[in-house]
């Protein structure tokens, strides 16, 4: 196995995220229901390069498509939390966090007979109460935060904050981090969104460079590493984008990497940084 590690994962929302931001009209629908073709082609590519990957999977679409979230299943993927709803935990109150928790671990365990080890937000924004219930359900790894690029880090809880002092850091937990970013997710570079003035539809070309350029930099400034990467089957499906994520897997493979899913990558780092003691930074 090489020393690098590419992590692709996929964050299979189809409309939920549309609704969850209340577009409930005919064409954002539809625009979500593209993810279901999309994840076919997906499925298929990781098929003929042998890939295995990690999919976070809202409860809403589990319910919503059970079929195509089975395939996913059996092509060995792994299946991750990503919410009920998709409505991110920042607006909830700590009770409606818990029980999305509860009930989307539910249709993941009759998904595919198994509890979620890892847990991505909807969009990437964590409340004060995340952390905290991630590690009484019992999470072995979490995937929203970007405290690194290149290696996994232990979960701190309890910092307290004051804009007027200096940061107090909190304790290190045995929830271990699986870092990402903004940069190296497709929907901010390709998806229009109205509300936010973005157009998107980036030149696909360009964002395959940076990506590369992202795990060419790893290997030159790390000894081992882990780099993810987070596609949406709707926004990663269409032609163009489809033939980037394939020269993606063919330029990386020629580099050196090793593909896996999220919770194999996450238990190699456990095992070379097994968490000693509950140390401040
Ligand atoms: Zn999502």
């Not at 991750?80 to 409505?87: C, K, S």
């Amino acid at each position: 196995m090489s020393k690098y590690i590419v992590c692709l994962t996929f964050d299979f929302d189809v409309m939920s995220g549309h609704i969850a931001r209340g577009r409930i009209t005919p064409t954002p629908i539809s625009r979500g229901e593209f993810g279901i073709i999309g994840a076919q082609r997906i499925v298929s590519l990781l098929k003929k390069y042998d890939i295995t990957s990690t999919w976070f999977i809202p409860g809403f679409t589990i319910e919503t498509y059970p079929q195509i979230c089975k395939e996913v299943v059996k092509h060995g993927h792994e299946i991750a939390h990503h919410g009920w709803t998709h409505v991110p935990p920042g607006s909830m109150n700590r009770d409606q966090e818990e029980s999305e928790i509860i009930r989307a671990n539910e249709a993941i365990m009759n998904l595919c007979g198994q509890s979620a080890q890892g847990y991505r937000s909807p969009a990437w924004d964590l409340s004060p109460n995340t952390l905290e219930l991630l590690i009484k359900h019992n999470f072995y790894y979490e995937s929203s935060m970007m405290g690194h690029d290149y290696l996994p880090y232990r979960v701190r809880q309890n910092d307290v904050i004051n804009l007027q002092k200096a940061m107090q850091f909190g304790n290190k937990t045995s929830l271990i981090e699986m870092p990402i970013s903004w940069s190296q997710d497709d929907h901010p570079h390709f998806e229009m969104r109205n509300d936010l003035n973005r157009s998107g539809h980036r030149n696909a070309n360009s964002v395959l460079e940076n990506w590369i350029d992202d795990f060419i930099y790893m290997t030159q400034i790390t000894n081992w590493g882990i780099i993810t990467y987070t596609c949406h089957p709707y926004v990663i499906g269409r032609g163009h984008r489809m033939l980037m994520l394939e020269r993606l897997i063919t330029k990386l493979k020629e580099l050196g990497a090793s593909f896996m899913r999220m919770d194999a990558a996450a238990n190699i780092y456990d095992n070379l940084e097994p968490l000693q003691t509950q140390t401040k930074y």
